[in-house]
């Protein structure tokens, strides 16, 4: 099972927390060298649809960077895309349903 990650609004850089489940994440994969993951990168919708692509894209980008070089995992495993505010998981009109917007999650590819 892997973690999901969060992010600051407007921000695509690894914090402590978002480390610690990358780490996690890290770890699974290179305990299983046979799977591949989608790293897919989200935003809130506060921004504007540009705005939101970009960083999304950015913070998949920001792990996928972090996994590679942390934990020597190819780039192969590894696709990084970004959905912009896309596909919300929780109401964008709270600031606790934003925050679990920005996020990072890894998805197996089959």
Known sequence: MFETIYFNVN???ISPTAAKGLD?????????????????GHSDASGT???NQAISEKRAQSA????MD????????????GYGS?????????????????????????
Do not use: C, H, M
């Open 11 to 13: 921000k695509s850089n």
């Open 24 to 40: 996690w994440n890290g770890l699974v994969l290179k305990d299983t060298p046979d799977i591949k993951v989608e790293i897919a």
């Open 49 to 51: 649809e540009a705005a």
């Open 64 to 67: 996928k960077q972090y996994i």
């Open 70 to 81: 942390k934990y020597d995992i190819s780039a192969d495993r590894l696709v990084a895309k």
């Open 86 to 110: 896309s596909k919300p998981i929780a109401d964008d009109k709270t600031a606790e349903g934003a925050s679990k917007n920005r996020r990072v999650e890894f998805i197996l590819i089959k």
